[in-house]
């Protein structure tokens, strides 16, 4: 990371700010190239792939104790091809490699770092190593010593069992055989299996570290929603409200102003340490969940915190030309010291610094509210990076906090917002966090679903605003209009690399969801020309189920299929859904069989385990329960139309697409029809079309009346 006095290696001309982080190591890295490889053939050397992200911690832990340290490196550079790769610039070859680690050692995770032939078959993986025998682990050093010596002793040994290793890989992608009719059963037993995992104190699932799993609680959503069971919505309910009173939540979010939002997951099962990066990805999936939330239960707070969430990604994620950023850091420097950085530096808060900012009154309040100790409040800090400091929490309420000051609420919450000020300025003189500034198109496509959904619920015009910059950020540099392709990345100018699957999938998605808020004509054009390029680019026509990469690409040994939901949720799954939505409003058959080809395609792993695959479980549940569609006609009366649309963007119906009816401005104005009389809904459900609603209060009644759960025994 610190520029040397000698010359740059390669990734000095790359534009990934993971792999410019490196630009400056002695390490004489390669970008993910043909020439990498070529290198490793000709002078008969294994290659060492290193893949990670610019704001994960450990890479840069790995980065600061092995690629700067010139001994390791000249072992690096004199006994192997060294290769840098930025996962999300490449989650093709992130995913294979994990895929190999995850069945070699049970355990995944960045940095990844995997030996490999210059046939690109791995032979030897793991992720984050000492740069000496420490905490258990082999030291980097020796374990680069040992494969030097193993490849010059025995390379055909190595060849060998990398051979081996790559067909056994080819088979754990292949796809289980197809099952049976998938039935309703499989949503039943993953329910069941999340109910288990389930921790009934501090909500999530499982134990530390955790993650918020947004695709399982999307699915219980869901689930909640067709079968009527109301235990699986209440898990997802306090689990939301877990984490938004926990340390996992930036709690100095200020309108207009900037912070808040989530990092990514707790170290701890209490969400109070958080691993203090923020991704763009978590972000976007988790505002979506708690509107979602808010949809159901109509309960104020979490509305509260998805518009927060909003905030942060508007004003300290967005690029002046409308695109959304990848990530912020876990890392920064101290206050007062600009030197080596500390993880958590930019977030933590020392007693002494709040009784310095803050007035007594101010300190009593925010202190109690916050869970704010003159010792700190950090339970497990086992390595001590913490000590003395305190994670914001949220541990009371301002109502109980007002009683026992025996001030008036109003008065508190004054107070309350006077120290928010106070802190938030505070931090912004920090130095902060750095921050990956290049555009991806999924994450954004994940982006404007949720800047969608969000002017659908509240109206704010800067969501839509937002929403609608982004999407056409996206066509006009990084779309292609002759051809419908996509390319993944833009930063400062530059656009690059081929789009992969995701990215599709993810941008679809966002644009149809913008439609079905806006009703533009343009968005479902634009969502359809991109699931059009989707299937012609990544789909099996002949097993069914989307490739993560295009056609004929040999980036890796072969070729493969995302189904897990992993940080993001699976391309296949988030495809599936979109086009029973898309084949909904468009009664386009071609759509709707990929979908039932897709679904086919996976139903063996689907029947087999479906508590591991949530968000397809999710796209099943059309094909289960039925669709419903909402025509709206544009030529009815503005005020009774306006009032449907608002009224429909408040209501959670994942089972509904809604689309746009034009009528004929004739049939207002022949003397036949007024535009006061005419129609302004049709609900269609099943294999009819009920008669024409007028109001809301009509087509709310039909809505009532063919909804889950008492339909869930069969299709509508």
């Given amino acids: 990371m610190k520029?040397?006095?000698?010359?740059?290696?390669?990734?000095?001309?790359?534009?990934?700010?993971?792999?410019?982080?490196?630009?400056?190591?002695?390490v004489r890295w390669f970008p993910w190239c043909e020439a990498a490889f070529e290198k490793a053939r000709s002078e008969n050397k294994p290659v060492f792939l290193s893949v990670g992200y610019s704001s994960c911690h450990w890479c840069h832990v790995m980065e600061q104790e092995s690629f700067e340290n010139d001994r390791i490196a000249q072992l690096l550079n004199r006994e192997?091809?060294?290769?840098?790769?930025?996962?999300?610039?490449?989650?093709?070859?992130?995913?294979?490699?994990?895929?190999?680690?995850?069945?070699?050692?049970?355990?995944?995770?960045?940095?990844?770092?995997?030996?490999?032939?210059?046939?690109?078959?791995?032979?030897?993986?793991?992720?984050?190593?000492?740069?000496?025998?420490?905490?258990?682990?082999?030291?980097?050093?020796?374990?680069?010593?040992?494969?030097?010596?193993?490849?010059?002793?025995?390379?055909?040994?190595?060849?060998?069992?990398?051979?081996?290793?790559?067909?056994?890989?080819?088979?754990?992608?292949?796809?289980?055989?197809?099952?049976?009719?998938?039935?309703?059963?499989?949503?039943?037993?993953?329910?069941?299996?999340?109910?288990?995992?389930?921790?009934?104190?501090?909500?999530?699932?499982?134990?530390?570290?955790?993650?918020?799993r947004t695709p399982v609680l999307d699915f219980l959503l869901a689930f909640s929603y067709y079968t009527g069971e109301e235990k699986p919505g209440e898990m997802v309910f306090a689990t939301l409200r877990k984490m938004a009173e926990g340390g996992i939540r930036d709690h100095l979010g200020i309108d207009g102003k900037g912070g808040g939002g989530f990092a990514r997951y707790s170290t701890d099962e209490r969400w109070h340490v958080p691993h203090f990066e923020k991704m763009l990805c978590d972000n976007a999936q988790l505002a979506l969940t708690y509107a979602e939330a808010f949809m159901i239960s109509c309960d104020p707070f979490f509305l509260d915190v998805a518009d927060d969430i909003l905030n942060y990604v508007a004003c300290d994620m967005t690029d002046e030309g409308g695109g959304f950023h990848s990530a912020e850091d876990a890392d920064s420097a101290p206050p007062g010291n600009r030197g080596k950085t500390r993880e958590g530096a930019y977030y933590l808060w020392s007693f002494n610094e709040l009784r310095d900012l803050l007035e007594p009154e101010e300190l009593e309040l925010f202190r109690r509210l916050h869970g704010v100790k003159p010792e700190g409040n950090v339970l497990d800090n086992p390595h001590g990076p913490f000590e003395g400091m305190n994670v914001l929490v949220r541990r009371s309420s301002l109502e109980k906090e007002a009683l026992r000051m025996g001030i008036p609420q109003k008065d508190a919450e004054i107070l309350l917002d006077s120290a928010r000020k106070k802190l938030f300025r505070a931090r912004n003189g920090r130095p902060r966090p750095r921050k990956d500034d290049k555009v991806l198109v999924s994450w954004n496509g994940l982006m404007i679903s949720a800047f969608s959904k969000m002017f659908g619920i509240t109206r704010k015009q800067k969501w839509l605003d937002a929403a609608e910059r982004a999407a056409n950020f996206i066509a006009e540099n990084l779309g292609d209009e002759n051809t419908g392709r996509l390319l993944r990345r833009y930063r400062r100018g530059e656009a690059g690399i081929e789009g992969k699957a995701d990215d599709y999938a993810f941008f679809s998605r966002g644009l149809l969801d913008l439609y079905e808020t806006t009703l533009s004509r343009r968005y479902l054009d634009r969502a359809v020309r991109v699931m059009d390029t989707s299937i012609e680019l990544f789909f099996d026509r002949d097993e069914g189920g989307f490739f993560d990469t295009v056609h004929g690409e040999t980036t890796v040994p072969f070729r493969t299929k995302e189904i897990y939901d992993g940080a993001e949720p699976s391309p296949n799954a988030v495809n599936v859904l979109t086009l029973c939505r898309l084949a909904s409003i468009t009664d386009r058959n071609d759509f709707r069989d990929a979908a039932k080809k897709t679904l086919a395609c996976f139903s063996g792993s689907i029947e087999a385990h479906p508590e591991q695959l949530p968000c397809m479980l999710k796209g099943l549940m059309p094909e289960l329960f039925g669709m419903r569609k909402v025509l709206l006609n544009d030529s009815a009366d503005r005020d009774r139309l306006q009032k449907i649309k608002e009224k429909i963007g408040r209501r959670y119906m994942p089972d509904t697409t809604i689309a746009s009816r034009q009528g004929s401005k004739n049939r207002a104005t022949d003397g036949t029809l007024s535009e006061a009389t005419l129609p302004a809904a049709t609900l269609c459900a099943g294999m009819r079309c009920y008669p024409p609603a007028h109001d809301w209060e009509s087509l709310e009644r039909l809505l009532e009346k063919t909804a889950p759960p008492f339909m869930a025994s069969g299709k509508r």
């Avoid at 006095?5 to 790359?14: C, F, I, K, T």
């Fill in 3 to 26: 520029q040397q006095d000698s010359e740059p290696n390669l990734l000095v001309h790359e534009n990934s700010p993971y792999l410019l982080q490196h630009a400056y190591n002695p």
């Fill in 80 to 212: 192997f091809v060294a290769v840098k790769v930025d996962r999300e610039e490449h989650p093709d070859i992130d995913k294979f490699y994990m895929t190999y680690v995850q069945a070699t050692s049970g355990r995944g995770g960045w940095p990844m770092s995997v030996w490999m032939t210059p046939e690109k078959k791995p032979f030897f993986g793991g992720g984050y190593f000492p740069p000496e025998d420490r905490y258990g682990m082999a030291g980097f050093s020796r374990i680069l010593l040992s494969i030097a010596e193993a490849w010059k002793a025995d390379e055909k040994k190595l060849i060998d069992m990398a051979e081996t290793v790559t067909q056994k890989l080819r088979s754990l992608a292949a796809n289980k055989p197809p099952g049976e009719n998938l039935a309703e059963t499989v949503l039943y037993r993953a329910a069941n299996a999340f109910t288990e995992q389930y921790d009934p104190v501090y909500g999530g699932f499982g134990g530390a570290p955790k993650f918020p």
